[in-house]
Nanobody
Framework: QVQLVESGGGLVQAGDSLRLSCAASGLTFSSYVMAWFRQAPGKEREFVAQITQSGPSTYYADSVKGRFTISKDNAKNTVYLQMNSLKPEDTAIYYC?????????WGQGTQVTVSL
């Protein structure tokens, strides 16, 4: 079955950096659009960044543009999210997602907490 396993979350201070990883298995990784979403306490899950199958092309939410970078390694079936200049408002559970046409799979999430 499809599994997406996130790692790399933690507690950091404002201005620090973190790199999240999402290891995928059970799917043809290179055929999927890979994305990161996040959900803060009391808020709905929101889009953060996306990377397409080929190109690849990347897309970002305005709130993270210029600070976060999404990348992937097809040989390792892994997608990354490099997060720089972290802010307290980036605090959330970060979820990895794999999408192919109308099918979307989710990881279990990794907590990122940014303190002042």
């Amino acid at each position: 079955q499809v599994q997406l396993v996130e790692s790399g979350g933690g507690l950091v201070q404002a201005g620090d950096s973190l790199r999240l990883s999402c290891a995928a298995s059970g799917l043809t990784f290179s055929s999927y659009v890979m994305a990161w979403f996040r959900q803060a306490p009391g808020k709905e899950r929101e889009f953060v960044a996306q990377i397409t199958q080929s190109g690849p092309s990347t897309y970002y939410a305005d709130s993270v543009k210029g600070r976060f970078t999404i990348s992937k390694d097809n040989a390792k079936n892994t997608v990354y999210l490099q997060m720089n200049s972290l802010k307290p408002e980036d605090t959330a559970i970060y979820y990895c997602a794999a999408q192919y046409t109308a099918i979307r799979y989710w990881g279990q999430g990794t907590q990122v907490t940014v303190s002042l």
